[in-house]
């Protein structure tokens, strides 16, 4: 059973998992596919059930008690190949030439990543959890 974040119909039943399992003050790190205008035939066959924005993964982890400390996009190279394949064309897969060429010049696209104009594919959120509102002070 996939219980990762866009795996489920809500993604408040993992986040939830994983609250239970973190001391106050502790880091949650949360690797989600980034783009909502991406969503498509790609997304589908992977299982993922929507795609975010640093807003709406910063409010589902708020209303979960954690607050968002930093987000980081990442995988901009991967963005228009990946539009153009699950919007456009309504491909199931990306062609193994086309993930083995990807994957021999990834040492280039990495480098233009911070240059690129548009958003990465994936967005990764390093949250806190919150300590219970009415909870007595901690001696340091």
Known sequence: RDWSVTGVQTCALPIYFLRGL???????LVLVPNGVRLFGSLDV??????????????????????????????????????????????????????????????WVWSRLDAVLPWPGLSLIAVARKQEPAGAPAKDS
């Open 45 to 106: 066959r992977l299982g993922h059930r929507r795609r975010y924005n640093k807003a709406e993964l910063a409010r589902r982890l708020e209303a979960h008690g954690f607050s968002l400390d930093r987000a980081y996009q990442l995988n901009k190279a991967g963005t228009l190949p990946w539009w153009i394949y699950s919007r456009i064309l309504g491909a199931q897969r990306i062609s193994k030439l086309v993930l083995k060429v990807f994957d021999k010049t990834v």
């Open 22 to 28: 973190l001391k106050d003050g502790g880091t949650l």
